[in-house]
């Protein structure tokens, strides 16, 4: 495992497979929640989509991970949901129901998914906004701080629902946006920018060689946040981590982070 440093990536952490990606994020992701814990008796965490943290909740679903998070406290949100019913087979609930849900003593007061099946995408997104409003006591112009926000990145830079020029990326006062993929010809909802930057926490997973470019591109590269809006996650006061494996990471160069 190899650590990088860099003036605008935080920590880069290069696994050496993407097994080890698992167990190092679930590591981190154990330490998080329990200094959450300690310090304020509960944990807020947005999960991310996609395939890849899928290695990272079937770690927390088993030993030695599943017995040292505080479920009944831990409170889980999601960075973004595909607009598909939650039993989907696109449905980043469902795939985090199959990968962690159905193994771990969470409440399922304690779960927060994003309502699809209530209604159109910007409904949905208020009534989303509105749940995290109230579960963190927040006024109208407050941004929620989540203790660890979980984030992948696509081939092309995007992160959460947060895709390459999209007006989505401009969004400063919403907390959760409906936004339409022209790329995906779909709609998706998702968190929006203040709120990732102002997380405790924020933890990118970035696995295989598919990946290898953008993550040059995103932590090496010209800082251009509409082309690769990855760049754009700077938590003003949290920390930022790159948790990576080596197929992800071959296009860095060792000694290139300053
Ligand atoms: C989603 C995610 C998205 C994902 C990246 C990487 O809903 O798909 O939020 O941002 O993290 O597309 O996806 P993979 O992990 O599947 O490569």
């Not at 003036?7 to 981190?28: F, Y």
């Not at 960075?79 to 980043?92: K, Y």
């Not at 193994?103 to 509105?130: C, D, K, M, W």
């Not at 020029?165 to 401009?170: D, M, R």
């Amino acid at each position: 495992m190899r650590l990088l440093r860099g003036a605008h990536c935080g920590e880069v952490v290069v696994c050496p497979d993407p097994e080890e990606l698992g167990q190092r994020a679930a590591e981190r992701f154990v330490q998080l929640v329990g200094e959450a814990v300690d310090r304020k008796g509960v944990c807020a965490v947005a999960l991310a989509g996609g395939s890849t943290p899928k290695m990272l909740y079937k770690s927390l679903a088993s030993e030695p991970f599943l017995t040292g998070v505080a479920w009944p406290v831990l409170h889980l949100f999601w960075g973004d949901e595909r607009f598909v019913p939650p039993d989907h087979p696109a449905s980043n609930y469902r795939m985090v129901k199959e990968t962690l849900l159905s193994s771990v003593p969470l409440p399922s007061a304690n779960i927060h998914r994003v309502p699809t099946e209530r209604g159109e995408p910007e409904f949905v997104a208020a009534a989303y906004q509105q749940e995290i409003r109230q579960f963190f006591g927040l006024s109208r112009n407050e941004v929620p701080r989540f203790d660890v926000v979980l984030l992948g990145m696509g081939e092309d830079g995007h992160t959460a629902s947060l895709f390459p020029e999209t007006p989505v990326l401009e969004e400063s006062k919403l907390l959760v946006a409906a936004t339409y993929v022209q790329q995906l010809a779909s709609y998706r909802v998702t968190l929006t920018f203040p709120v990732l930057n102002h997380a405790c926490n924020v933890i990118f997973l970035v696995s295989g060689e598919a990946k290898a470019r953008a993550l040059r591109d995103v932590l090496r590269g010209e800082y251009r946040p509409a082309k690769l809006p990855a760049q754009r996650v700077q938590p003003t006061g949290g920390a930022l981590t790159w948790i990576v494996d080596r197929a992800a990471a071959s296009k860095l160069l060792d000694h290139s982070l300053p």
